[in-house]
């Protein structure tokens, strides 16, 4: 293998080289960044010119024979034996132009002589090797890259170039010359093609559109029509020449000189989008000077904090520009989106294609997407409770504080005047969205595994009115998926060696603790802030629903099946109150029945009502989920409901009533339904919630007749 410089030696020293060109005494750093990026654009311009001037010109007696004579193509006769010799002749020339060796015809009287002018670069300098290696391989790329057989033109003439070539440079004085281009990584390729690509593809573009006879770009692609394109009409012109790219990517690779083995080298050298703009070069340059402030290494700040920027900035816009990409016309899916961060968080470090992981951007507590959360939860937490956009047209309570929160969340999302000091790329407008998406999904979830009601209607008006982003139609849209599956199984590659892939919600589940997160215990209290009336028209309507799997609306016939199931509540909690006063078992409800304070007139308490109310509360709370949720949740509230009856009735019938206060009994067990429920089943059970006294059923009306309410009282 040819020696070559160390990688990204030869940017260096070119970058050196234009810097001392572009800067002559005091400026300001937006000034010498200006001027130092107008000088490498210039610079690579003018070898450029070059080159394409030998392209148009006829080729030379000795590329001739590398291409005609003995070159022993496999394809011959017609139109091939014009498309494979021309196509040789041009890549050849390009291929001598990188390592500095020019031949041309010599011209006589009577035009041009069997013999050829030779010109070898005299030991080429650093910085002009890497034009000449940046400008051969974006030129190679662009010019021939979408024609069909370069590959195996190039394994055909490379020994054979390589073989003349060193001839030319076997000097002393020139033992780096041939093949240097090994000294260019990814960095240096970028930069190069930033400052040319758009140049070099304008020429070509027009180039093939000449009527005229330009031989090795008119003339072969008028060829390319008859020889690459046959048999593949059906695909598409463009289909074709993508397809021809990618199959000659490597074989260019190699041909240039550089690392065949870089995947990423590889891929950018063929792609037609430029991931870094002229203005963000310059910025980067600009950021790179003010940081350094000027150093002693022949350039006004270091390389390595520009490729840094530089490297920082490339990785942005492909993940945005991944993210804006439709799929047949609609937007990607939160996946797809999704995998394009991982142009964020995978660092690419220019050295022989190997990248680092930065999994830290999932970190618990110090990672962007912990800031990110820690953003958005806050915005919650403080504007959560208060009324949000289209969230008040909705009737049920538990609906309403659904949407309220997550509508709070999805406006922070999008509010472009967030700027966050903790991480930059929380300035980017696309990780933003696309994580945020994904965290108020989690939140979402979390929302429902804690709610008492069903609040999917919430959670679908909170995402469809605030979730589009602003009117610059470049917000991604942060779409309800509804189903978990088609976001929690979205799989992650951190780019850690041997590391498997990761499922996001394994990632967000460090991020958004259910039990612990304040926002989700804020939003849960307001979820299940609703007086036994609202629970029982909730709760009964998710019975229903999960029931029978109906999603539309319910009928007045299925609220029969509900008072049936409210009957069928009445011999368990009969025999729990039948028998709390009897030996063995009272003593267990007294202790919440002390200090019971007199009733009117000074009647004694009434320590009876409250031990039967107390082991009520005990029997609804002692409810196990079992295998369904839903129907313990409903069977709890019913006994609450019938309890609460039981002691109104209590009130008008027990015989002693006159000479003791019921109604003191009643109230002290129901003060201590909170003590009761900490020691039961219930105490850590997210669907359980506390009974107390409630005897507004006069005002208690129930919708059963979903979107034509017919109210009937409790």
Not at 96 to 125: C, H, Q, W
Not at 238 to 263: A, H
Not at 271 to 282: A, M, Q, R, W
Not at 330 to 338: A, P, V
Request: charged share 30%.
């Amino acid at each position: 293998m040819a020696q070559t410089q160390n990688d990204g030696e030869l940017l260096k020293k070119w970058l050196e080289h234009v810097s001392s060109r572009a800067i002559t005494g005091s400026m300001e750093p937006a000034k010498k960044a200006e001027k130092i990026t107008e000088e490498m654009q210039k610079s690579l311009r003018e070898t450029w010119g070059k080159l394409k001037s030998w392209l148009e010109r006829g080729e030379s007696n000795e590329i001739r024979g590398l291409c005609y004579e003995g070159a022993g193509w496999t394809r011959t006769g017609g139109v091939w034996d014009q498309y494979m010799p021309i196509l040789c002749t041009a890549v050849a020339e390009i291929k001598y132009f990188m390592n500095g060796v020019e031949t041309k015809k010599k011209m006589g009287t009577r035009g041009p002589l069997k013999t050829d002018d030779i010109e070898v670069e005299p030991s080429m300098a650093d910085d002009e090797a890497y034009r000449r290696c940046i400008v051969g391989a974006v030129a190679l790329s662009t010019v021939y890259g979408d024609h069909c057989y370069v590959r195996e033109v190039l394994e055909k003439v490379e020994a054979r170039a390589n073989a003349k070539l060193k001839g030319y440079l076997s000097k002393p004085t020139m033992p780096r010359q041939l093949n240097n281009c090994g000294g260019v990584n990814l960095e240096g390729l970028l930069l190069g093609k930033t400052l040319l690509q758009d140049e070099i593809s304008q020429w070509t573009s027009s180039t093939r559109q000449r009527t005229e006879n330009y031989w090795r770009v008119q003339y072969l692609w008028k060829l390319w029509k008859s020889v690459c394109a046959r048999g593949k009409e059906s695909q598409g012109h463009e289909t074709v020449r993508k397809e021809n790219l990618q199959e000659n990517k490597g074989s260019m690779l190699s041909f240039s000189g550089m690392d065949s083995r870089n995947k990423d080298l590889m891929e950018e050298l063929i792609s037609e989008n430029v991931p870094l703009t002229f203005d963000d070069l310059k910025l980067a340059l600009q950021q790179s000077i003010e940081n350094d402030g000027g150093v002693a290494t022949g350039t006004p700040f270091e390389v390595s904090t520009l490729l840094k920027n530089v490297d920082e900035k490339v990785h942005k816009n492909k993940a945005q520009a991944c993210i804006q990409q439709k799929e047949n016309g609609e937007d990607k899916s939160m996946c797809q989106r999704l995998d394009c961060m991982k142009h964020l968080w995978q660092n690419n470090t220019g050295t022989g294609g190997q990248t680092s992981s930065t999994d830290n951007f999932w970190t618990e507590g110090t990672g962007p997407v912990a800031a990110l959360w820690k953003e958005l939860s806050d915005e919650m937490k403080e504007k959560g409770t208060q009324d949000q956009g289209d969230c008040s047209q909705l009737t049920a309570p538990s609906e309403k504080a659904a949407c309220n929160f997550l509508h709070a969340g999805l406006q922070k999302l999008y509010d472009t005047t967030t700027q966050s000091s903790s991480s930059s790329v929380l300035n980017n407008p696309s990780f933003r969205q696309t994580m945020g998406c994904f965290l108020l999904h989690a939140y979402a979830k979390h929302m429902k595994e804690k709610a008492t009601c069903l609040i999917d209607d919430g959670i679908q008006k909170a995402f469809e009115t605030a979730g589009q982003g602003g009117q610059s139609g470049k917000d991604v849209p942060c779409k309800w998926e509804g189903e978990d599956k088609n976001w929690e199984d979205c799989r992650i590659n951190t780019n850690v060696q041997g590391a498997p892939e990761t499922k996001v919600k394994d990632k967000l589940k460090n991020i958004i603790n259910k039990d612990d997160d304040a926002a989700v215990k804020k939003a849960k209290e307001a979820l299940n802030k609703l007086d036994l009336c609202e629970r029982f028209q909730c709760i009964s309507e998710r019975w229903l629903k999960e029931e029978k799997g109906k999603n539309g609306p319910l009928e007045a016939t299925d609220w029969d099946r509900v008072r049936s199931k409210i009957t069928s509540q009445i011999p368990e909690l009969s025999t729990a109150l039948g028998s709390a006063t009897s030996t063995g078992k009272r003593e267990e409800f007294e202790k919440y029945c002390e200090g019971i304070p007199a009733g009117p007139g000074a009647r004694a308490a009434d320590k009876d009502a409250c031990v039967l109310i107390a082991a009520g509360l005990k029997n609804l709370y002692n409810l196990s989920d079992g295998s369904d949720a839903a129907m313990a949740s409903l069977e709890r509230t019913m006994r609450c409901i019938l309890l609460n009856a039981i002691a109104d009735k209590m009130k008008e019938k027990l015989t002693c009533k006159e000479e003791r206060s019921v109604e003191a009994g009643i109230e002290k067990a129901f003060q201590k339904s909170r003590d009761i429920k900490d020691k039961s089943a219930c105490s850590d059970n997210d669907k359980c919630f506390e009974c107390t006294r409630f005897t507004d059923y006069d005002n208690c009306k129930i919708n059963t007749n979903g979107n034509n309410p017919t109210e009937k009282s409790l």
